[in-house]
């Protein structure tokens, strides 16, 4: 399973890597907003810096919503880097921009999915990685991870290449539940990754490893 993070964050973005677990990144107009970075030259400018921390797969988001736009934001946003993802919303002309794309090599994430048949719809197109939010479903009192074990089962069952990548992840339970049920990728925020780490059992164990050892130690 992969981890991507879901942030544009650098230092996070950093912390993650040096973890030493880190697969991508994927960003979206809310978190380069939230990190303050506005204006095209600026964004594209922070797309290069992630670029230049994480070995490969970054997503970045057209802001157009027409064919058109999609394409031309699209080419420029892959022409930063190899490593950029581009990340196209779920609608009518971001399917046919996929499947533009698609044709082009360039690899994309659409995004915004919230139904199987919307998977369908973009695995279909040709899309790299789709992106069910399963917190914001949640939110509304529906399943998301029962989302996500329908979009495994219906690529498993036609062999779609597309990488189910769970979004909208808020905790660790989520990441677990997202591998237990075959998510390729999940992306989240740090936070989720790092509360893998903790146990108490842990912590108990090694306390009395080292106290054990200190005692040996001054005998
Ligand atoms: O990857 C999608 C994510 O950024 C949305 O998360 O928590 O705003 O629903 P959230």
Same mark, same amino acid.
């Given at each position: 399973?992969?981890?991507?993070?879901?942030?544009?964050? %650098?230092?996070?973005?950093?912390?993650?890597? !040096?973890?030493?677990?880190? /697969?991508? &990144?994927?960003?979206?107009?809310?978190?380069?907003?939230?990190?303050?970075?506005?204006?095209? +030259?600026?964004? @594209?400018?922070?797309? $290069? *810096?992630?670029?230049?921390?994480?070995?490969? @797969?970054?997503?970045?988001?057209?802001?157009?919503?027409?064919?058109?736009?999609?394409?031309?934001?699209?080419?420029?946003?892959?022409?930063?880097?190899?490593?950029?993802? &581009?990340?196209?919303?779920?609608?009518? /002309?971001?399917? $046919? *921009?996929?499947?533009?794309?698609?044709?082009?090599?360039?690899?994309?994430?659409?995004?915004?999915?919230?139904?199987?048949?919307? *998977?369908? %719809?973009?695995? @279909?197109?040709?899309?790299?990685?789709?992106?069910?939010?399963?917190?914001?479903? /949640?939110?509304?009192?529906? !399943?998301?991870? /029962?989302?996500?074990?329908?979009?495994?089962?219906?690529?498993?069952?036609?062999?779609?290449?597309?990488?189910?990548?769970?979004?909208?992840?808020?905790?660790?339970?989520?990441?677990?539940?997202?591998?237990?049920?075959?998510?390729? &990728?999940?992306?989240?925020?740090?936070?989720?990754?790092?509360?893998?780490?903790?146990?108490?059992?842990?912590?108990?164990? %090694?306390?009395?490893?080292? +106290?054990?050892?200190?005692?040996? *130690?001054? $005998?």
């Amino acid at each position: 399973m992969k981890f991507f993070i879901d942030t544009a964050n %650098l230092d996070e973005i950093r912390e993650a890597h !040096d973890l030493g677990v880190l /697969d991508g &990144v994927t960003t979206n107009p809310s978190l380069m907003a939230k990190e303050g970075i506005t204006g095209d +030259a600026n964004i @594209k400018a922070h797309y $290069k *810096a992630i670029c230049k921390i994480v070995e490969d @797969k970054v997503s970045a988001e057209v802001i157009a919503t027409d064919y058109e736009g999609m394409v031309r934001e699209g080419k420029e946003l892959a022409k930063l880097d190899d490593k950029i993802v &581009v990340k196209i919303p779920m609608i009518r /002309d971001g399917v $046919k *921009a996929i499947r533009y794309f698609h044709s082009e090599g360039i690899r994309t994430n659409c995004t915004l999915i919230f139904s199987s048949g919307q *998977a369908l %719809l973009a695995a @279909k197109a040709g899309a790299s990685y789709v992106s069910p939010f399963i917190g914001r479903l /949640d939110d509304i009192a529906i !399943d998301g991870l /029962d989302l996500i074990a329908q979009i495994v089962h219906i690529y498993q069952n036609f062999g779609y290449e597309t990488e189910v990548l769970a979004a909208s992840v808020r905790h660790t339970m989520h990441l677990i539940k997202c591998a237990e049920l075959g998510a390729d &990728v999940v992306t989240c925020p740090l936070k989720v990754i790092t509360g893998l780490l903790k146990h108490p059992l842990t912590d108990a164990g %090694l306390a009395q490893f080292l +106290a054990d050892h200190a005692k040996a *130690a001054s $005998k």
